[in-house]
């Protein structure tokens, strides 16, 4: 079999190895006592509107219509109505011809990299960074280049940036709202970054295209802005999930949006679709492709997730960690009381508390607090919070 | 961007451009005058339990447990009603942790093919075959190896066989009941097929793998037997699909099935597994794998497939069409009356009866006709096709 492939099976997710350890400890000191924040699994249901709306298409459509195939692209339908939304909620002039749906932002990712990638091309990411990405840009047979992280901010380390660009750059990934670090790049963060993307274009003469990862969007707190990308870059292609905003993660269902902005756009969409083809999707999940259509400008009730963030920053700085405050997601990004951020997370683990490491986002030092859990857990949690900080006291 | 992405992005499927030119003349002759054979999009419906199926689980279900993250090879509950019901059906000892859930057969095979091959391995394909094979072959760096058609049963033509086996195989594709061909294996086939995998696997010491990628097994018409191949060859891997039996190709379910027999089972399931995670699959669309879970032992009715393969045969060899009996599917592939299959497609169109020329599935000389239409859409289409049979008659 394949070597590569099958380390990549066999590759202990640490989330996932937190979670289920949690659950193990669950069954012998009881699920209240243990505080859970490894996963980033929604903890708001959808909004009630999903569930009416497959009901409703259970009801009135054609049922080998609505499980049917649809076009490669997805149900124009549906495209129309998620371009209708982009143009409303971002004055982009989006038509469904430009959006391609996907089986999710991991699916929309690997077909615009796989698209959009030679082999050799390198692929310049932001630490801290979702790991999937490596995975994904290898399999578009590019190379990472991951630029340190600025953890003052969790904005961009620029100086560190422009040493990584090189002519072979073909693409740039941004996540923002970022998953694990909770930073909203600024409005100067991605103008900064856009001249100089700009600049290194001119002087090597090909795009660089920007991917915006964007999964988080609509998880942005009172007083956020979060720019949109494709008004401020030409090359920007959009790649998005209803997975967050509206509590569908298992459901699969996204898009990569290709501006007419996009040098040579249309063929930029072809090889997108095309990776799609050649990586095995045939079409988005086709009764989903028309909930997102009819849901899209609407959202789960994703005010918890400001309440917790609130909750948590303010109480956790009181005992003494330095918590950069997040500008959306459901993730707080704290440093470390001792350097090794692996042995705090074992620390925190026999208090049952359960933490990731921050070494895999490649930021080492911090630890992730997926948040996206009851607000009482969090209020039952920091009790254990001070105590593993009281280790760390002389 | 990637070219050859560009290049699948832009090829236009022979059968979509059929198809929607069938669209265009329905708009200028009328809908009842355009005899479209061009698409194999099931045209039954589901039986009524799948969408009772999907209410029941919206009123009882968690959302966010309905709508959330699995684990990456499934719902355990609906692999372990997918594993009963293997075992049940055809007497392997199937468990749920050898099945990995997937959106639908072409991601199953894209993870098998990825999961398997290393780059330059060799994969074996019988024409007539399915054409993405050549894709997801291209995607995994392995190379398509293809067996010339018998086309006097669509059996195996092994003398061919045996000359294009090598020590480079890995994989061996298998696709029965076939599209295009409607054939179905005979045991005797498959058996002489174990037998020479076997001899090559012992000579040249590495498993060859046998995919058998039949998401039309259920679709077997009376007397039919299609023999379960993990029964007859140890390394087998099924890729199957509910797209036909239940009608819902658009939702995009399906698994591949590792069983116990197949040498380092675990080690393979791996790779299959992070080979799914490679392509950015992160999990097959949740409330689909509860859908599957609940209706793996249902069929949509299919009775009507083998009302029109009866009358289609009947009728259209009376005119003097030579056509091999299909032994399911919803497929007929006779000869084309010319030996050019493109030009008799395109007669047979002038008619505005639209049949796939055989060349693209790799057996020049036949025509598809997917009759997956209501019998009166074939009641209707006979006199035309004696009319085209007449073009060819002195």
């Known amino acids: 079999m394949n070597e590569q492939m099958l380390q990549y099976g066999r590759a202990r997710s640490v989330i ?221 292609l959009v790649c998005y999930s209803w997975s967050k905003s509206l509590s569908l993660p298992g459901e699969r269902i996204g898009y990569v949006y290709v501006p007419g902005s996009v040098e040579d756009s249309e063929a930029v969409y072809a090889a997108v679709a095309g990776a799609g083809r050649a990586l095995g999707y045939v079409c988005a999940p086709s009764l989903l492709q028309r909930v997102a259509g009819a849901c899209c400008d609407m959202t789960a009730d994703l005010s918890v997730y400001e309440e917790n963030a609130k909750l948590l920053v303010t109480e956790l700085t009181k005992m003494g960690y330095r918590c950069p405050v997040p500008g959306g997601t459901f993730y707080l990004f704290p440093q470390s009381l001792e350097p090794d951020d692996e042995a705090f997370s074992n620390a925190a683990r026999e208090l049952d508390l359960l933490l990731v490491p921050g070494r895999g986002f490649g930021c080492p030092g911090h630890v992730r607090i997926a948040f996206c859990v009851p607000t009482e857990r969090i209020e039952r949690s920091l009790p254990v919070f001070a105590k593993l900080a009281g280790r760390y006291k002389r």
């Open 16 to 236: 996932r190895e937190l979670f289920e350890y949690g659950n193990q400890r669950a069954a012998v000191v009881g699920r209240e006592k243990v505080y859970d924040f490894s996963l980033g699994n929604p903890s708001v249901a959808p909004p009630p509107q999903v569930n009416d709306t497959i009901r409703r298409l259970l009801d009135e459509t054609d049922p080998c219509l609505l499980h049917g195939y649809t076009s490669a692209p997805g149900d124009p339908v549906a495209r129309g109505q998620i371009a209708a939304s982009l143009r409303r909620r971002f004055g982009v002039d989006c038509t469904a011809d430009q959006l391609y749906l996907t089986a999710g932002a991991a699916a929309a990712l690997s077909c615009c990299l796989l698209g959009l990638c030679e082999p050799g091309d390198e692929v310049v990411v932001f630490a801290p960074y979702f790991p999937e990405y490596q995975v994904f840009i290898h399999t578009a047979g590019a190379v990472m280049k991951l630029v340190p992280p600025e953890t003052e901010n969790f904005q961009i380390d620029f100086d560190a940036l422009e040493g990584l660009l090189s002519p072979k750059t073909r693409a740039v990934i941004v996540n923002s709202p970022n998953n694990p670090s909770g930073a909203v790049y600024t409005r100067a963060t991605l103008e900064r970054l856009a001249a100089l993307l700009e600049d290194r274009q001119n002087r090597w003469g090909h795009p660089i295209y920007l991917i915006s990862d964007e999964p988080y969007r609509e998880i942005a707190f009172a007083g956020v802005e979060v720019p949109y990308l494709p008004k401020l870059y030409d090359n920007t």
